[in-house]
């Protein structure tokens, strides 16, 4: 459900700028989906691209970029990429502490969004 709802905000998004910029067609839409938003990017490009047909932005290139977790520890003044670590069913998820002094209390500085980067529209 949460998918369906981001590739809603976007689609509504980008037709509003469309709309805006007299737009004939819409060419291309980057996103960015942040690693901790924990968002499907094939089922969102799914959803779009079936709610899209007939509309200006029909033929647009969806472009996603993945952005990685960041993390700053208030304990060490650890600031980088969030460690990653194996499930036993083979998945990589995120680990929420510390990996320099292990501090659970961490704040997330990236990862945690999803937006639109650019939307790409010809005019005439
Ligand atoms: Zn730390």
Redesign the pocket.
């Known amino acids: 459900m949460h998918e369906t709802a981001i590739a809603q905000s976007i689609i509504d998004t980008v037709m509003t700028h469309a709309d805006k910029a007299g737009a004939k067609h819409v060419d291309k839409v980057e996103i960015e989906i942040g690693e901790l938003t924990f968002l499907g990017i094939d089922q969102i490009r799914f959803w779009i691209e079936n709610q899209i047909a007939g509309t200006v932005a029909e033929k647009a290139e969806w472009i996603f970029h993945s952005v990685p977790g960041g993390i700053r520890?208030p304990?060490?003044q650890?600031e980088g990429d969030i460690k990653t670590a194996e499930t036993e069913d083979h998945f990589r998820l995120p680990v929420f502490a510390?990996p320099?002094?292990g501090?659970a209390n961490i704040e997330i500085t990236q990862g945690r969004d999803a937006w639109i980067k650019a939307i790409h529209v010809e005019i005439d």
């Open positions: 520890c304990a060490c650890y510390c320099e002094c501090q």
